[in-house]
């Protein structure tokens, strides 16, 4: 009696994974240090700078755009620069830790190469001093335009969980205080000149927000002051002069509580709530994204499967739309832009291409590629990961991802062809929004259907045998 098998695609392609394998690739194809990573422009968008894989390390190097010449200015042999950013025009900032203490220091050099200097001394981990180093954090908050030799930094140098402010000079690294901790601050807000207004507090199980008043004074006034799992709001950001901006908030203006925050506008000096500017069913929200010469926020951007970023600014959803128009495939990304806003930088990636980097020329609304952060991955070898989300028997929506192997349909069609060649009647169901296993309760329906109707036919009960002798 010949077999009549019932294939499902998403089944299939485990059944013949021995014999069509996907190509074993090394854990360095995916773990090892990029050949580029995070493209910079400088304020005057002369110079593109960029961290570069150079003695098996990540180094610091700049493009000069006029001539598309390029130079290492850094030649780091035993530790990752692990971030940078433009201080001025002429002069970088980038950040190292020593041997993974995550203590990390704060390096200086020109866009020449010269003046290197180590501004803030990395620590040894806590294992490695035997108990005696801490965990120290100095961050840069702000660059001060008006004083460009100096930026605002925010150091737990004298208590280790409530940072002071200092101004320090990119020069020297020489410092003097500007910001004396008040209390409990865990995190500091500054205007667009770098000044000190507002601070986030944590007091045991109390949280909130205040902001300075006056100056010389040192006077504060605190806004909020919640236990940490009450109904609050806290700054989001500062618009203008500084007297209005944007808080992320789970209070409606009424004082009632909302089931996830939302972005409205909040006056700072008289305290009060404005419109309400974006909100999203799933998620609470969100970042904003802010613009330097708007002194505005232009969007915001949150996480619900893949990272969404929604341009509320006409010009700039205009302008994305373009870009993403010219790239479908990819989620693309503003990453850098010079100060008058004629170039930046798109970062474009998905789930199965790394970042590739492209400059884009506002005026002459032209895409220019530059770099690709991993060039040695094939993306037609990498599995797709897509979000996935499916409600629980409580109602709760639950979040999750499905890798979609590669060639999945394509090995059930090798198994439909060797079937086909030996004889055996068979039966192939294709799903192409599916990957391994029917996720969808529609599919699965479908599955079982034509599975009971396949059973019912082919696997029919055996005849008894005859009693008679």
Same mark, same amino acid.
């Given at each position: @009696?010949?077999?009549?098998?019932?294939?499902? %695609?998403?089944?299939?392609?485990?059944?013949?994974?021995?014999?069509?394998?996907?190509?074993?690739?090394? /854990?360095? $194809?995916? =773990?090892?240090?990029?050949?580029?990573?995070? +493209?910079?422009?400088?304020?005057?968008?002369?110079?593109?700078?960029?961290?570069?894989?150079?003695?098996?390390? @990540?180094?610091?190097?700049?493009?000069?755009?006029?001539?598309?010449?390029?130079?290492?200015?850094?030649?780091?042999?035993?530790?990752?620069?692990?971030?940078?950013?433009?201080?001025?025009?002429?002069?970088?900032?980038? =950040?190292?830790?020593?041997?993974?203490?995550?203590?990390?220091?704060?390096?200086?050099?020109?866009?020449?190469?010269?003046?290197?200097?180590?501004? &803030?001394?990395?620590?040894?981990?806590?294992?490695?001093?035997?108990?005696?180093?801490? /965990?120290?954090?100095?961050?840069?908050?702000?660059?001060?335009?008006?004083?460009?030799?100096?930026?605002?930094?925010?150091?737990?140098?004298?208590?280790?969980?409530?940072?002071?402010?200092?101004?320090?000079?990119? @020069?020297? *690294?020489?410092?003097?205080? &500007?910001?004396?901790?008040?209390?409990?601050?865990?995190?500091? +807000?500054?205007?667009?000149?770098?000044?000190?207004?507002?601070?986030?507090?944590?007091?045991?199980?109390?949280?909130? +927000?205040?902001?300075?008043?006056?100056?010389?004074?040192?006077?504060?006034?605190?806004?909020?002051?919640?236990?940490?799992?009450?109904?609050?709001?806290?700054?989001?950001?500062? #618009? *203008?002069?500084?007297?209005?901006?944007?808080?992320?908030?789970?209070?409606?203006?009424? *004082?009632?509580?909302?089931?996830?925050? %939302?972005? $409205?506008?909040?006056?700072?000096?008289?305290?009060?709530?404005?419109?309400?500017? $974006?909100?999203?069913?799933?998620?609470?929200?969100?970042?904003?994204?802010?613009?330097?010469?708007?002194?505005?926020?232009? *969007?915001? #951007?949150?996480?619900?499967?893949?990272?969404? &970023?929604?341009?509320?600014?006409?010009?700039?959803?205009?302008?994305?739309?373009?870009?993403?128009? %010219?790239?479908?495939?990819?989620?693309?990304?503003?990453?850098?832009?010079?100060?008058?806003?004629?170039?930046?930088?798109?970062?474009?990636?998905?789930?199965?291409?790394?970042?590739?980097?492209?400059? +884009?020329?506002?005026?002459?609304?032209? /895409?220019?590629? @530059?770099?690709?952060?991993?060039?040695?991955?094939?993306? #037609?070898?990498?599995?797709?990961?897509?979000?996935?989300?499916?409600?629980?028997?409580?109602?709760?929506?639950?979040?999750?991802?499905?890798?979609?192997?590669?060639? #999945?349909?394509?090995?059930?069609?090798?198994?439909?062809?060797?079937?086909?060649?030996?004889?055996?009647?068979?039966?192939?169901?294709?799903?192409?929004?599916?990957?391994?296993?029917?996720?969808?309760?529609?599919?699965?329906?479908?599955?079982?259907?034509?599975?009971?109707?396949?059973?019912?036919?082919?696997?029919?009960? %055996?005849?008894?045998?005859?009693?008679?002798?």
């Amino acid at each position: @009696m010949k077999f009549k098998i019932f294939l499902v %695609a998403a089944l299939l392609s485990v059944l013949t994974l021995k014999n069509a394998a996907a190509e074993d690739l090394p /854990l360095d $194809y995916f =773990f090892k240090n990029p050949e580029f990573a995070g +493209f910079q422009l400088s304020p005057n968008g002369k110079e593109l700078a960029a961290m570069v894989n150079l003695n098996d390390r @990540m180094n610091l190097a700049i493009i000069d755009l006029k001539t598309r010449k390029a130079r290492a200015v850094t030649n780091e042999k035993k530790q990752d620069v692990s971030g940078f950013m433009w201080a001025t025009n002429e002069r970088l900032l980038f =950040f190292m830790d020593k041997d993974g203490s995550e203590s990390f220091g704060i390096f200086a050099v020109n866009s020449d190469g010269s003046m290197p200097r180590t501004l &803030v001394e990395p620590l040894d981990s806590v294992i490695k001093s035997g108990g005696k180093s801490k /965990l120290r954090i100095v961050s840069v908050l702000d660059v001060l335009e008006d004083e460009p030799d100096w930026v605002l930094v925010s150091s737990n140098e004298r208590r280790a969980a409530y940072p002071d402010v200092f101004r320090m000079n990119i @020069m020297n *690294g020489k410092t003097s205080l &500007v910001e004396r901790n008040p209390g409990h601050v865990t995190g500091w +807000f500054t205007d667009w000149d770098g000044n000190v207004t507002g601070a986030a507090f944590q007091d045991e199980l109390e949280v909130g +927000f205040m902001l300075l008043r006056d100056p010389e004074a040192d006077e504060w006034e605190t806004i909020t002051q919640t236990r940490f799992d009450a109904p609050s709001f806290m700054p989001a950001g500062i #618009s *203008g002069d500084g007297k209005n901006g944007y808080v992320s908030s789970n209070l409606t203006p009424e *004082g009632e509580a909302r089931d996830k925050s %939302a972005i $409205y506008e909040y006056n700072f000096e008289t305290k009060t709530f404005g419109k309400l500017v $974006y909100e999203h069913p799933v998620v609470d929200c969100c970042s904003l994204i802010l613009n330097r010469k708007m002194r505005d926020m232009i *969007g915001v #951007s949150y996480m619900v499967g893949e990272p969404e &970023v929604v341009y509320l600014d006409e010009d700039w959803k205009n302008t994305m739309a373009a870009i993403d128009q %010219a790239m479908p495939d990819t989620t693309n990304r503003l990453i850098s832009l010079d100060d008058a806003e004629t170039i930046g930088v798109i970062a474009a990636s998905s789930s199965t291409q790394p970042p590739r980097y492209f400059l +884009f020329d506002f005026v002459n609304r032209k /895409l220019e590629w @530059m770099a690709d952060s991993r060039p040695w991955v094939d993306s #037609s070898k990498m599995s797709e990961m897509k979000p996935y989300s499916f409600q629980a028997r409580d109602g709760r929506l639950l979040h999750g991802y499905l890798t979609v192997p590669v060639g #999945s349909i394509k090995h059930a069609k090798v198994m439909e062809k060797a079937l086909k060649k030996s004889g055996v009647d068979y039966e192939l169901m294709v799903k192409r929004d599916e990957g391994h296993g029917f996720r969808k309760e529609e599919n699965r329906y479908d599955f079982y259907g034509k599975m009971d109707t396949f059973l019912a036919e082919h696997l029919k009960p %055996a005849k008894a045998a005859s009693a008679n002798p």
